[in-house]
Nanobody, 123 residues
Framework: VQLQASGGGLVQAGDSLRLSCAAS????????VGWFRQAPGKEREFVAA????????IYAEFAQGRFTISRVNSENTAYLQMNSVKPEDTAVYSC?????????????????WGQGTQVTVSS
C-alpha cells in the first residue's frame, strides 16, 4: 500500500489542523494505521493509531484529549485531527500502515510508510 500524508502547515498555538493520510494500491480496510512524528534532533515518536475497523484507537499521552485519529475506508483515507496545538507539536508527521487488526504504538510493527508532512506551531 502506498501512503501520502498531507495537511501540514504553519499554525499558531491553540489552532487546529487536520492531517490526511491517503492510501492506494491495496485494500485499505485491511490495514491498521498509525501516525508518528519526528521533531528536529529527536527520535520518532508515536502519536496515535487506529485499527482496521475504525473504532479501536490508541494515543500517546500527549495526544490524549487534543488529537483524534479516524478513518474513512470508503475514501481510503485516515485522518489526524489536531486541536489546541502547542509549539512542542512542531514536527514532521508521518502515517504508516500494517496489515493487522489493531493499531500499534511501535513503529517497527508497520511495514508501509508515507512521506511526512511538516507541522510548525508558532507561539
Amino acid at each position: 500500500v502506498q501512503l501520502q500524508a498531507s495537511g501540514g502547515g504553519l499554525v499558531q498555538a491553540g489552532d487546529s489542523l487536520r492531517l490526511s493520510c491517503a492510501a492506494s494500491g491495496r485494500t485499505f480496510r485491511d490495514y491498521a494505521v498509525g501516525w508518528f512524528r519526528q521533531a528536529p534532533g529527536k527520535e520518532r515518536e508515536f502519536v496515535a493509531a487506529i485499527g482496521r475497523r475504525g473504532y479501536d484507537t490508541i494515543y500517546a499521552e500527549f495526544a490524549q484529549g487534543r488529537f483524534t485519529i479516524s478513518r474513512v475506508n470508503s475514501e481510503n483515507t485516515a485522518y489526524l485531527q489536531m486541536n489546541s496545538v502547542k509549539p512542542e507539536d512542531t514536527a514532521v508527521y508521518s502515517c504508516a500502515a500494517d496489515k493487522r487488526m489493531f493499531g500499534s504504538s511501535r513503529s517497527n510493527e508497520y511495514d508501509y510508510w508515507g512521506q511526512g508532512t511538516q507541522v510548525t506551531v508558532s507561539s
